[in-house]
């Protein structure tokens, strides 16, 4: 039987381990660096310097994708600050997932936070904006004990959005396109993209975009069938009603498909998980409607 509880409990410690982990690279990687800041493409413990930006990775090795591992603790802290664990991981998220200074990542966990400000009961949008704003005053003060001006450096980031060109994505993606015009029908083949790109460009890259990935390599058949697989996720959320009833889940789901539009996601762990977590909750509403059902017959009958 499922233990709705037992389960929620268990995202709740698991995001706290991964940030808590996460941080504590973090903070030894820029010891490791004698708490500069300086680097390019040197990784040291938890951190990535990529051109003077001391970016967390944490557990992992990108900070774009920690973002999105971090998304649903992120949206679980989010709906669910009931208690002072819940309300301790939400800090440790923002923390870290600044920290990443992921230009695309942070523009989504906003996007994120306002979807579900309006989810919200007008009476509790004041507490949400004030929660927000205590807690955006704490990661400065934390960002200062690292010492370093996280708004400084996340002010020239997006500055250097218009120089870099989404850290070449454009580029990346103009060369998808022109594959795919190669290729409409049936795209150039899984997991392609590389190969061809290494052939043709000499750069041993990923597409960075999950949709247009698909579309190259699948072509318009492979995007349709990618397609029809989110909508349908989508439309049982929304006929669930987890919108309202789980809503950590539906902007989870949000949250993902638009920063699949940034990276390359196909096959990824933490999107299975997500879908496995998904699909417990499914079966979880479809027992209760059953045992509701038979509750009524059996009065009926009575």
């Known amino acids: 039987m499922f233990d709705r509880k037992s389960l929620e409990n268990s995202i709740a410690n698991a995001g706290i381990l991964f940030n808590i982990g996460s941080l504590a690279f973090y903070v030894w990687g820029l010891k490791s660096n004698g708490f500069s800041i300086l680097g390019d493409g040197v990784i040291q413990y938890g951190v990535w310097f990529d051109r003077n930006y001391p970016r967390l990775i944490g557990l992992l090795e990108d900070p774009n994708y920690f973002v999105f591992y971090n998304t649903i603790f992120f949206t679980f802290y989010l709906c669910k600050r009931n208690s002072w664990k819940n309300k301790s991981g939400l800090l440790l998220c923002i923390v870290t997932s600044v920290l990443t200074f992921s230009r695309g990542g942070l523009l989504i966990l906003l996007v994120i936070f306002l979807v579900y400000f309006l989810l919200n009961h007008p009476a509790q949008k004041g507490r949400l904006l004030l929660s927000a704003f205590s807690l955006f005053t704490i990661v400065l003060g934390i960002s200062k004990v690292l010492g370093f001006k996280v708004i400084s450096i996340l002010q020239n980031r997006f ?39 290494v052939f043709k460009y000499g750069d041993n890259l ?97």
């Not at 120089?163 to 103009?174: A, I, M, Q, V, Y």
């Not at 390599?217 to 995007?223: D, K, M």
């Not at 998904?278 to 509750?295: D, Q």
Request: glycine share 8%; hydrophobic share 50%.
């Open 159 to 197: 500055q250097d959005f218009s120089k870099d060109g989404g850290s070449g994505r454009f580029e990346l993606w103009e060369r998808a396109w022109a594959f795919f015009e190669s290729s409409p029908l049936f795209g150039i083949g899984a997991s392609n993209f590389t190969n061809y790109n």
């Open 206 to 302: 990923v597409v960075h975009n999950t949709f247009l990935e698909v579309l190259t390599e699948s072509g318009v058949i492979g995007l349709f069938v990618y397609g029809m697989f989110v909508f349908a996720v989508l439309f049982q959320i929304i006929q669930n009603k987890f919108h309202l009833k789980y809503p950590f889940l539906f902007l989870t789901f949000i949250g993902f498909m638009l920063q699949m539009m940034f990276l390359s996601l196909i096959v990824n762990d933490m999107f299975l998980f997500f879908l496995a977590i998904l699909s417990t909750y499914f079966s979880y509403e479809y027992e209760n409607a059953n045992y509701k059902e038979r509750e009524c017959n059996m009065k009926e009958a009575g």
